[in-house]
T-cell receptor, first 114, second 115 residues
Framework: AQTVTQSQPEMSVQEAETVTLSCTYD???????LFWYKQPPSRQMILVIR??????QNATENRFSVNFQKAAKSFSLKISDSQLGDAAMYFC???????????FGAGTILRVKS | SAVISQKPSRDICQRGTSLTIQCQVD?????MFWYRQQPGQSLTLIAT?????????ESGFVIDKFPISRPNLTFSTLTVSNMSPEDSSIYLC????????????FGPGTRLTVL
């Protein structure tokens, strides 16, 4: 069974600094997708970034980038120039081929200090 | 991405009663899913809502407790039946835009409190 592990229950970062959230996963599949979702107190799940396993190049979306290490089954999220609006719960998620469910990690609470 | 709405956004219910949550999408989608997020926890898939056929339930979830309807490609409902305080959770629907990006997008969620 696929599992997703987020080992950091909570992280803090100073405004304008950089923070990295960790995620590891376990799978025997070779074709899959990885995601980071953000859930602010409003509880809306917002897609931050996605990565296709067959792509070696790390995905980037503005201030958000990932470090995807397929052999190590690691998928960390780096947030640069942190802003107060980045404070939220961040979930790492995995899915196999189209139509399959998302498997979520336990989440990491990110606090941003001004 | 698709715009997804859910009704109600929150509700407080008495134990033993049932609540139906609606999920509406502004475009036709193939796959719709229902997740539960218990307080302080991560998301767990309840079932996949299939258009024109019965929903596919995950282990630990049964149709009698969580009946689901999917009458067309833009709408689904989840009913939480015979509620107990343990059912207090956020319930989220999501849709699969696999034809475009293989990505699931989520509705705003329904916060349910059972007294």
């Amino acid at each position: 069974a696929q599992t997703v592990t987020q080992s950091q229950p909570e992280m803090s970062v100073q405004e304008a600094e950089t923070v990295t959230l960790s995620c590891t996963y376990d799978t025997s599949e070779s074709d899959y997708y990885l995601f980071w979702y953000k859930q602010p107190p409003s509880r809306q799940m917002i897609l931050v970034i996605r990565q296709e396993a067959y792509k070696q190049q790390n995905a980037t979306e503005n201030r958000f980038s990932v470090n995807f290490q397929k052999a190590a089954k690691s998928f960390s999220l780096k947030i640069s120039d942190s802003q107060l609006g980045d404070a939220a719960m961040y979930f790492c998620a995995y899915r196999t081929r189209r139509g399959n469910k998302l498997v979520f990690g336990a989440g990491t609470i990110l606090r941003v200090k001004s | 991405s698709a715009v997804i709405s859910q009704k109600p956004s929150r509700d407080i219910c008495q134990r033993g009663t049932s609540l139906t949550i609606q999920c509406q999408v502004d475009s036709q989608v193939t796959m719709m899913f229902w997740y539960r997020q218990q307080p302080g926890q991560s998301l767990t898939l309840i079932a996949t809502a299939n258009q024109g056929s019965e929903a596919t339930y995950e282990s630990g979830f049964v149709i009698d407790k969580f009946p689901i309807s999917r009458p067309n490609l833009t709408f689904s409902t989840l009913t939480v039946s015979n509620m107990s305080p343990e059912d207090s959770s956020i319930y989220l629907c999501s849709v699969d835009e696999w034809s475009l990006t293989d990505t699931q997008y989520f509705g705003p969620g329904t916060r349910l409190t059972v007294l």
